[in-house]
């Protein structure tokens, strides 16, 4: 019923910031959870921060807790990342879920999922 296109990706130093950019087509994002995960080779995909359509509580992983934030704007969502590090290299994916409850930090959670930006933390 839409689609998802996550942008904004690229390399950056240590300790920098980029801002991805996910634009929703199809869907009225004020009725979705929304979500960023990131996946690298071999690894299993982790959800990092998410924002409820509940009451717009946000939901963080540790990894990314007080360097990351999540925000939407009519139909794109955000994801600011600060202090990156490198460990924060992946591909990086926006995720929605229409159910009107807490969002989770899952991937089975979610139904609708772009197809994910690079991000390379490097010197």
């Known amino acids: 019923q839409g689609q998802l296109v996550e942008s904004g990706g690229g390399l950056v130093q240590p300790g920098g910031s980029l801002r991805l950019s996910c634009l929703a087509s199809g869907f009225s994002l004020e009725y979705y959870a929304i979500a960023w995960f990131r996946q690298v080779p071999g690894k299993e995909r982790e959800g990092l921060i998410c924002i409820s359509n509940t009451d717009g509580s946000i939901d963080y992983a540790d990894s990314v807790r007080g360097r990351f934030t999540i925000s939407r704007e009519k139909n794109t969502i955000y994801l600011q990342m600060d202090s990156l590090r490198s460990e924060d290299t992946a591909v990086y994916y926006c995720?929605?879920?229409?159910?009107?409850?807490?969002?989770?930090?899952?991937?089975?959670?979610?139904?609708?999922w772009g197809i994910g930006t690079q991000v390379t933390v490097s010197s």
């Open positions: 995720a929605v879920d229409q159910r009107w409850r807490q969002c989770q930090l899952k991937r089975d959670e979610y139904v609708y």
